[in-house]
């Protein structure tokens, strides 16, 4: 399967840089900006996180992004018009992060179709079971061009990370810690024979970390055995307090930081 995402690591000559950010935060009306903003900064993908009430993985950082965003009125259906306009202003892949309990209450076939639609290319459940997705939902994610995103941690098996492979259609998500997302990540001996064991797989999936990467050394060191790295909780924190005037040189700056040529 070809999308942007495919596309990108295909053409890759750098560590890829992907941003999480929450859909509907700090303002409701800021996201496809958010994206426009990322983009030009130089950022290579955008996570956005559709917020959930009851999230499992997510640090204090994002919960409390999601629980603003919720507030300010943000849920699927205001997510997907505003992504209507996304591909008039951006171009890099953009994923869509987030719980599977809003997704089945609009309905998959509806919620694939909408992603389709605006432009999304691929997805990120946390609590989506791999069998479940093979059985009820990889054909009809893969009709519409949207790759699966699976994590994978220290524990996970090396039968289980190739069948993760398998079904992965964009990269895998290797997560750094068992921590929940925010903490700070330290690449010590352990973490980095982790990294270098599921390099050493030869998968044919490239290999994207996540979870505890907040500046460059922390980017630098994670992504030394993998293709890029994934920073979340240190941007929502970056933009938090931001007004709507500044936010655009705050995230030139914030990226900057990441220089990787």
């Not at 330290?186 to 044919?204: C, K």
């Amino acid at each position: 399967m070809n999308n942007r995402i495919t596309t990108l690591f295909s053409k890759a000559d750098r560590k890829i840089l992907s941003v999480f950010t929450t859909a509907g935060f700090p303002r409701l009306g800021d996201t496809v900006d958010l994206c426009r903003m990322l983009q030009d900064a130089g950022v290579d993908m955008i996570e956005l996180g559709f917020p959930f009430s009851d999230p499992l993985a997510d640090g204090p950082t994002i919960q409390a992004s999601s629980e603003i965003a919720l507030n300010n009125g943000m849920s699927l259906s205001v997510l997907f018009d505003q992504l209507r306009e996304l591909r008039q202003h951006v171009t890099i892949p953009v994923l869509l992060m987030g719980y599977l309990n809003p997704v089945l209450q609009m309905g998959m076939e509806t919620f694939c179709q909408s992603c389709s639609e605006v432009g999304v290319d691929g997805l990120i459940f946390p609590d989506m079971p791999l069998d479940e997705y093979k059985e009820k939902y990889q054909d009809l994610w893969e009709e519409h061009h949207l790759s699966a995103i699976f994590l994978v941690t220290q524990q996970t098996s090396e039968e289980r990370i190739r069948a993760i492979d398998e079904a992965s259609t964009g990269f895998i998500y290797v997560v750094s810690t068992a921590a929940v997302t925010g903490h700070q990540l330290h690449v010590d001996a352990e973490r980095e024979a982790y990294f270098q064991r599921i390099r050493g797989m030869g998968l044919r999936n490239p290999l994207v970390v996540g979870f505890g990467i907040r500046d460059r050394d922390s980017f630098t060191q994670s992504t030394t055995h993998t293709d890029g790295g994934i920073i979340g909780s240190a941007f929502i924190e970056a933009i938090r307090d931001t007004s709507e005037e500044n936010l655009k040189s705050t995230i030139h700056s914030w990226v900057a930081q990441f220089d990787r040529d």
